[in-house]
């Protein structure tokens, strides 16, 4: 069964950063030209949102226009982790995040993505 692992959540003031970790476990990626890994956001009493996807084989990264120039999404093919390195966090970023994972090309849509992590909490005091 495949299992996605998320880290790296907590309490932070606004300004500060926090580094999430997804490992993905009995996931193959390698035998897949296209697959990748993403991360999703839903905040208290809204739809879950996109924030961040990364090609396993090729540059291609998205993101969510509000997290652009704050987030990176960066990749460990060896480790099959993703990382999201948050930096100048907002209020508005509190959220449970969430890992998930593909086996075709990465996409802004949480339906392109079949494996799912349990979540890690965020949040950003003001």
């Known amino acids: 069964q495949v299992q996605l692992v998320e880290s790296g959540g907590g309490l932070v003031q606004a300004g500060g950063s926090l580094r999430l970790s997804c490992a993905a476990s009995?996931?193959?990626?390698?035998?897949?030209?296209?697959?990748?890994m993403a991360w999703f956001r839903q905040a208290p009493g809204k739809e879950r949102e996109f924030v961040a996807a990364?090609?396993?084989?090729?540059?291609?990264?998205l993101y969510l226009d509000s997290v652009k120039g704050r987030f990176t999404i960066s990749r460990d093919n060896a480790k099959n982790s993703i990382y999201l390195q948050m930096n100048n966090l907002k209020p508005e970023d509190t959220a449970v995040y969430y890992c998930?994972?593909?086996?075709?090309?990465?996409?802004?849509?949480?339906?392109?993505?079949?494996?799912w992590g349990q979540g890690t909490q965020v949040t950003v005091s003001s």
């Open positions: 009995r996931l193959t990626f390698s035998t897949y030209s296209t697959s990748g």
């Open positions: 990364i090609s396993r084989s090729t540059d291609n990264t």
């Open positions: 998930a994972a593909t086996l075709v090309e990465v996409s802004r849509y949480g339906s392109r993505y079949p494996y």
